[in-house]
DNA sequence: ATACATACC
DNA sequence: TACTGGTATGTAT
């Protein structure tokens, strides 16, 4: 098949057509010069680094599609007839349990923003216009289409398309109040309806339409507008030329397939229950459901002046596609009635259905279909190219089956935030966009009152190449400085990953998800992390940042930056104030005149990019090569490569591939260099190293590492490795000028490292900085390692997890006692500063598109606040050790 | 769990 | 000059 082949040059049009080329299988695109268009986009694009990166993807899709076709020539006839038989079971059964019992109808307002600027802007009626900028198009009207200017085309192109192109800036808000009183409407056919955007939405009309059939004409009689304030001239125009589909009006004479009707004539026009007018200006609309969304849909034009279209049919997916037949200001049904669907679906093109886009259409094209009749009888052999999920979708659409009840969508799963820009390559610019970012999006999390454990750092460099980073941290994150401390260790990482080179970006964005339900909120709530941050705040509320940082300065080691926002730096941080035991050591002192000790909250202070460069080697304790990235993730990857080949010591091509490691990074060693011997090179010459291996029963696996430098201890946290729902704790101890490591002698040489991932990496990457005063949680393992406690830094005598854990809780209450009786004593009655976290009630983030928000205003609010439970510090610090 | 891709509006 | 932003989900590792 010609898509098996690989594509010839890359200026080849093929490839061209199929990304950049033309989309015009939307409304309003039909018969235009499509040649013409794409050349005039073709030479728009080529060249550009947007059009090399679309070539680049269009090849990955070639090679998955010829990845395809090996497969297919693979297959034997029996397990084709195999698969068939399997296959057609399913059909079987799912044709079986087809529901047509429902009403279901999609309804989409027409060139939605751009209608609504016509309707405020007489000029731009009569003129193409598009919504959106320069850079991008939101959507754009009918008029500009038949140039081939479309939503999501930038604006710069669509001006060499149609010069005469009127772009309007978006004006969101705007669409907003209009799609609330849209929404109004809906909302009384079917009160449960779920919007998908502004400008879309699906209703359930089954039990409207029961009701309808009792409801007196009266009820089913609307009026027309009479005078619409600026623009009632032009409509009373329109209404006379009441044969003029295509003119925006307030007449129900563009309800398509019904005949025109003359607002003086009395007579019903179509069918007995056809909407009538009755009287000077009043349309009767009749029971049946097309009278029912007729009716609908004229309502919505005369409380707006905008026209929507929509598809009528048993289920979801079937009226998506509808409420495309006959746009724009169209309706069209399909009845509950299998035959009918069977009909429909017979020659519908695959890429009408919603899910299938350009590159489902192009692999199935490849195996010869484009319709759903072509879809169904692939089936068997789609069954065995496809997963699971897939086929299994390919077959319900073949069926034309979909989902037979709308319901609002559950909990969110992520949140983010985004911004393109041009051409950013100093670190320090990155960072602290990506701090405005986290700001952004904290402030958008505090609105719902989210908190996530995933952070995801999404960049996108000048080439159009967007890499995405994540992070999933123990605890849960959900200020700005919480957020920031994991996005700017992966920026850093994907920072240090490009150098020397800078990262040259066109975008940022950072995402968080794995949000706590309700449950794990509360926990979280009452428990001392929030606590503390509470306290925090509070003790911080009235200084600026810069204040916070200084006060930092002073109390905390050089731990870097975000060194405050971990949970035990807190807690150490208390302790050192509280404990006249713990010094500064001079060493440390220096390392605080010269570090950056910001949070980077200072965003613009050139300073706090220092660190990076700090200290950039770590030695490898498995194959003894200096490691010269100081990023730990990479340099814990590292080790994970040595070990395992390691583990496969007898292989000969581990060894040779060990070898190859090592010549590999050799070269490295000489070129990047360490900070000329300074102090804070990170030597850690193994004296011994141990792998432990510790079953996790769970998933929140991930130990906690506690690196902070606030006593003499003198080992290193290295690295977890998983395998096999295990993990491996390297445990190496560091060398410390002779010192002999304090808080284990009895067990010197064994210490336990434990990585955290996430969050707490930063402190690993403190650690580096900080040389003489490595921490770790050690541990007597068997009979000869302990457990360092976090908080006390004492050397518990267990290789228990679970009696660490009840150890730290002893260590954590104490704290949290000590705080309490401070609490009490400074402010008296001050509960409620617990309950910050308080509201859960949806925010709608409509956004951008011509179409954006999956929420609904109408969402049930829920009781926005929560009651300060007394502090029950335990559980949360559970689970860093489960 | 992470990374990357696809899809939708 | 210039090719979005927010969310969900699928695919692959």
Same mark, same amino acid.
């Given at each position: ?9 890359? *200026? ?115 003129? @193409? ?219 519908? @093109? ?6 299938? +886009? ?18 169904? %009888? ?19 659409? *073949? ?52 908190? +996530? ?18 992070s999933t941290v123990l605890s ?9 401390s994991v996005?700017?260790e992966?920026?850093?990482a ?9 990262? /040259? ?19 979280? %709530? ?31 080691p050089?731990a870097g930056?975000g060194c405050?926002?971990s949970f035990f730096n807190?807690k150490r ?12 050591? +001079? ?6 005149? /010269? ?20 200290c950039?080697s770590l030695t490898c304790p498995v194959?003894?090569?200096?490691q010269?990235n100081s990023n730990l993730e990479a340099f814990n990857r590292h080790i994970d490569q040595c070990l ?36 804070d090179e990170v030597h850690i010459s193994s004296m011994e190293t141990n792998v432990l291996t510790v079953?996790q029963?769970?998933?929140?696996d991930k130990t906690m590492v506690d690196t902070q430098p606030n006593s003499t201890d003198n080992f290193v946290v290295i690295n977890t490795q998983q395998?096999?729902?295990k993990k491996k704790y390297v445990v190496q101890e560091k060398e410390v000028? +002779?010192?002999?490591p304090t808080s284990n002698?009895?067990h010197p040489q064994n210490h336990l490292a434990i990585e955290v991932p996430s969050n707490e990496n930063e402190h690993l990457q403190e650690t580096e900085d900080v040389t003489e005063t490595w921490q770790t949680c050690s541990a007597t393992l068997?009979?000869d390692m302990g457990l360092v406690c976090p908080v006390c830094n004492l050397c518990q005598?267990t290789t228990?997890l679970?009696?660490l854990n009840?150890?730290v ?71 860093f050790f489960k």
């Amino acid at each position: 098949m010609e898509s098996s082949k690989k594509h010839d040059a890359p *200026s080849g049009d093929e490839a061209f057509q199929f990304r950049m080329g033309l989309n015009d299988n939307k409304a309003g695109m039909e018969g235009l010069d499509k040649e013409k268009i794409n050349k005039i986009i073709m030479e728009a694009t080529k060249g550009s680094r947007f059009y090399e990166n679309e070539l680049k993807k269009d090849e990955q899709v070639n090679l998955r599609i010829e990845k395809m076709m090996q497969q297919k020539a693979q297959i034997t006839e029996q397990q084709l007839k195999n698969s068939e038989l399997q296959v057609n079971k399913l059909a079987a059964e799912l044709d079986q349990s087809r529901n047509l019992s429902r009403i279901i109808v999609h309804i989409d307002m027409d060139a939605f923003y751009a209608a609504v600027e016509m309707r405020d802007n007489p000029e731009l009626r009569n003129t @193409p216009m598009a919504v959106g900028s320069m850079s991008m198009l939101s959507t754009s009207n009918y008029l500009a289409r038949r140039f081939g200017v479309r939503a999501a085309m930038p604006g710069f192109i669509a001006k060499k398309l149609c010069p005469g192109l009127a772009i309007v800036p978006l004006n969101f808000d705007k669409y907003r109040d209009v799609s609330k009183q849209v929404r109004e409407v809906l909302a009384e056919y079917d009160p449960n309806f779920l919007p998908m955007s502004l400008d879309e939405a699906y209703l359930d009309l089954t039990e409207h339409l029961k009701e309808r059939n009792n409801c007196p004409e009266d009820k089913r009689t609307y009026f027309l507008r009479t005078d619409t304030a600026e623009s009632s001239k032009v409509s009373e125009d329109e209404l006379k030329v009441t044969e003029v589909e295509d003119t925006l009006s307030t007449s129900p004479v563009l309800f398509e397939d019904s005949p025109p009707l003359s607002l003086e004539r009395d007579a019903p026009t179509c069918e007995p229950q056809g909407e009538t007018v009755s009287m000077k200006n009043a349309v009767i609309f009749g029971k049946s459901v097309e009278d029912a969304v007729k009716e609908l849909r004229f309502r919505i034009e005369q409380k707006t002046t905008l026209t929507a279209s929509a598809g009528i049919a048993p289920n979801m997916m079937l009226a998506k596609v509808c409420s495309d037949k006959n746009k724009p200001n169209g309706q069209y049904r399909i009845p509950s009635d299998r035959q009918a669907v069977m009909d429909f679906i017979k020659d519908l @093109p695959i890429r009408r259905v919603p899910g299938i +886009g350009k590159v489902t259409e192009k692999m199935l094209k490849a195996l010869g279909i484009t319709t759903c009749t072509d879809l169904y %009888q692939q089936r068997a052999l789609l069954a065995l190219l496809f997963s699971e999920t897939s086929w299994h979708n390919f077959l319900d659409i *073949s069926l034309g089956l979909g989902s037979t009840h709308i319901e609002r969508d559950g909990e969110r799963k992520s949140m983010s935030t985004e911004r393109t820009f041009n051409d950013m390559w100093k670190a320090d610019e990155q960072y602290s966009l990506c701090q405005e970012l986290c700001s952004d999006l904290a402030q958008d999390m505090l609105k719902e009152g989210l908190k +996530g454990k995933t952070v995801t750092l999404k960049v996108k460099n000048v080439k159009f190449e967007v890499r995405t980073r994540a992070s999933t941290v123990l605890s849960s994150v959900s200020t700005q400085e919480e957020i920031f401390s994991v996005a700017k260790e992966l920026l850093r990482a994907e920072i240090e990953g490009a150098s020397p080179q800078p990262l /040259r970006l066109r975008l940022m964005g950072v995402r968080v998800s794995g949000f706590l339900n309700e449950e794990e909120k509360k926990h979280h %709530q009452i428990s001392i992390i929030n606590f503390l941050k509470v306290r925090n705040a509070e003790s911080n509320f009235s200084h600026s940042q810069p204040d916070e940082t200084a006060s930092r300065q002073s109390t905390q080691p050089p731990a870097g930056k975000g060194c405050g926002e971990s949970f035990f730096n807190k807690k150490r941080a208390v302790r050192q104030q509280n404990d006249s035991k713990h010094f500064v050591t +001079g060493e440390q002192k220096s390392q605080c005149a /010269r570090l950056p000790i910001s949070t980077g909250i200072a965003t613009n202070d050139p300073l706090m990019l220092s660190d990076t460069i700090e200290c950039q080697s770590l030695t490898c304790p498995v194959c003894f090569q200096k490691q010269e990235n100081s990023n730990l993730e990479a340099f814990n990857r590292h080790i994970d490569q040595c070990l395992s080949w390691d583990a496969y010591n007898d292989d000969a091509d581990g060894k040779e591939a060990v070898e190859t490691i090592r010549e590999a990074q050799a070269p490295l060693n000489n070129t990047v260099g360490n900070k000329e011997g300074t102090a804070d090179e990170v030597h850690i010459s193994s004296m011994e190293t141990n792998v432990l291996t510790v079953n996790q029963q769970n998933d929140s696996d991930k130990t906690m590492v506690d690196t902070q430098p606030n006593s003499t201890d003198n080992f290193v946290v290295i690295n977890t490795q998983q395998s096999n729902s295990k993990k491996k704790y390297v445990v190496q101890e560091k060398e410390v000028d +002779g010192n002999v490591p304090t808080s284990n002698t009895h067990h010197p040489q064994n210490h336990l490292a434990i990585e955290v991932p996430s969050n707490e990496n930063e402190h690993l990457q403190e650690t580096e900085d900080v040389t003489e005063t490595w921490q770790t949680c050690s541990a007597t393992l068997s009979e000869d390692m302990g457990l360092v406690c976090p908080v006390c830094n004492l050397c518990q005598k267990t290789t228990d997890l679970s009696e660490l854990n009840k150890h730290v809780d002893i260590c954590l209450n104490k704290g949290i006692i000590q705080e309490l009786k401070k609490e009490r004593m400074f402010h008296n009655n001050n509960g409620e500063h617990l309950n910050s976290t308080g509201t859960s009630g949806r925010g709608q983030q409509d956004l951008n598109t011509e179409t954006r928000a999956k929420r609904s205003g109408s969402s049930a609010q829920q009781p926005a606040s929560k009651k300060p439970k007394p502090n029950n510090p335990k559980h949360t610090i559970d689970k860093f050790f489960k």
